[in-house]
């Protein structure tokens, strides 16, 4: 069992910035890749960034590319999801959720990712 605890969120103005921690917990040693997605109300969950634990391979959703950085601590079990520009459309409850495997290609789809945090609201208020 590996758990998830994500923390961070909160209400920022446009422009701002908020940053995203995961810590994982349990059998992490079977974890590669921590992902960070998130979902808005009335839409599908979408995938936001992630890493692998060794942090040599990191992928992102175009919609955060320059503005979002992912990154982790080995150590700590933790990974962070730092958010720069903010702007409404980045408004949405934030997932972490770790990947059992890694096969060269960060995963980007929710179904390869079987353990999840509780998410953490972020509001971005125009």
């Known amino acids: 069992q590996v758990q998830l605890v994500e923390s961070g969120g909160g209400l920022v103005q446009t422009g701002g910035s908020l940053r995203l921690s995961c810590t994982a917990s349990?059998?992490?040693?079977?974890?590669?890749?921590m992902g960070w997605f998130r979902q808005a109300p009335g839409k599908e969950q979408e995938f936001v960034a992630a890493?692998?634990?060794?942090?040599?391979?990191?992928n992102y959703a175009d919609s955060v590319k320059g503005r979002f950085t992912v990154s982790e601590d080995n150590p700590k079990n933790t990974v962070y999801l730092q958010m720069n520009s903010l702007k409404p459309e980045d408004t949405a409850v934030y997932y972490c959720?770790?990947?059992?495997?890694?096969?060269?290609?960060?995963?980007?789809?929710?179904?390869?990712?079987?353990?999840w945090g509780q998410g953490t609201q972020v509001t971005v208020s125009s």
């Open positions: 959720a770790s990947a059992p495997r890694f096969s060269g290609v960060v995963p980007t789809r929710g179904n390869e990712y079987d353990y």
């Open positions: 890493v692998t634990w060794s942090g040599r391979d990191r």
């Open positions: 349990g059998r992490t040693f079977s974890r590669y890749v």
